[in-house]
């Protein structure tokens, strides 16, 4: 689980540079905002998770909480590339939004069971 949360962290370091290259989003089929801070703004939020769950997953068990409330984020992704996904006609937001919820229920899912703790133990860090 180390490994597979370690790797969650580097595809969204990953991804978050891949924000900042000119042209790069078009190629997933997503229109580029008129401004750059809306680039700049998700690309930072991804470096950041990132670097994050890295972290996280050297201590999985002090960390889980952390780990857990990025799988929320992933879940919330999932509906705002759905709604992004009917609204301009692309299935590919789709596509990367089930891919977030994917790894969100790996997550929600996984983690209780290496760490042998109870879901709601981990979300609201109770030991």
Not at 67 to 84: E, N
Not at 89 to 109: E, K, Q, R, S, T
Request: proline residues 5%; positive net charge.
């Amino acid at each position: 689980m180390k490994k597979f949360v370690a790797l969650t962290g580097i595809i969204n370091i990953t991804t978050g540079i891949a924000f900042v290259i000119p042209g790069s989003i078009s190629l997933a089929g997503i229109e580029a905002p008129g401004s750059p801070f809306w680039l700049l703004l998700p690309a930072l939020f991804l470096v950041f998770l990132g670097t994050i769950l890295i972290f996280s997953s050297r201590d999985l068990e002090r960390r889980a909480t952390v780990v857990f409330w990025d799988g929320m984020s992933r879940v919330a992704a999932f509906f705002l590339f759905s709604w992004l996904a009917c609204s301009s006609g692309n299935f590919v937001p789709a596509l990367l939004g089930a891919a977030d919820l994917l790894i969100g229920v790996i997550y929600f899912i996984a983690i209780p069971r290496v760490l042998n703790r109870g879901f709601f133990d981990i979300l609201f860090d109770r030991n």
